[in-house]
């Protein structure tokens, strides 16, 4: 069985369509649908629990956090509680051709891999993946460390006083050819796995309920896994053919957390934990100090036991730690 897993936080509508699509044409039987909604509120802010029933399908299977704890671990949570040996990581804002995607996973899906979907641009009132001037993407590279000269001309981010300076952030590749092949990062909000590779690797090492364990908030999320699957003797590989449209971009009434002190964390965490010494060290001091960042470093001191743990952990599990090139 193939389960498909998919983080939620408000956007209940959006979050319909996409599971009507998925199940449109398409045998049930073969696949399950586990959603988390993640601390979800309605227009008057108060706590909203999502219910199967708020879908037009059997297959359906809904899980509420109380509140928000980051998109890294309702993946974690709907993945321990999925019943397929292959999982499906999913956006709440994706669409894959009806009918075919669930083929496409099969045919597709490694050990010891993390396979990636093509991305094809969407817009919230065009959801035709065939549309006229459509955008490609194709995974990313990761980049561990980040300037202005790495952003798009128009990004307002070349704006920030003292220039931009960060940590691990993908940067979309073009297509290089129509047969599979390694990528250094998946990107684009459709991904799949076996299940026991998403458990050796510990998914984004959170825990239930606890605070500053592992990946935190909504953002920053695909350069963790990526380098797990590295670190672990896997690898991230990108499939042309396999076309999934995304709705990028997508903001809708605080639909995500974009807190820049918990970005900064889950880029101090990937360092504490990823990398050895010497590129530690180097990569601790490239960004500028600011206040977010100032944040983010307490969140680490205060909880250094938590990570501490994960690195001790990744150095006796994996493959060994990601050195400087």
Known sequence: MVSVVIPCRNDLSLLQKVVDNLCEETDKSEFEIVIVNDGSVDSGGRPMTMHARDFNHTNIKVLNNDSSF???YAFDRGCSEARGDIVVIAGADIFPRKGKWLESVKNSVREEEIGCATSIGLKPDNLDIDREGRYVRCGADLLFTVDNDDLPRNSLLRQVRGGYRALFEAKW???????????????????????AFYEKIHGWDTEKDVRFQ??????SLEPYLSLKARMYGGKCVI???FEVGHVFGRLPNGARSNRPDLHWFNRLFMVYTTTEDPLKSELLNYPHTDFALNKAREYIKENFDKVLKIRERNIRESCGLITKK
């Open 173 to 195: 590749l073009p297509k290089l050819h129509d047969e599979p092949y390694e990528i250094p990062c998946i990107l684009g909000a459709f991904y799949f796995t076996t299940k």
């Open 214 to 219: 592992g990946h935190q908030g909504w953002g």
């Open 239 to 241: 499939y042309p053919d």
């Open 70 to 72: 980051g998109v890294g």
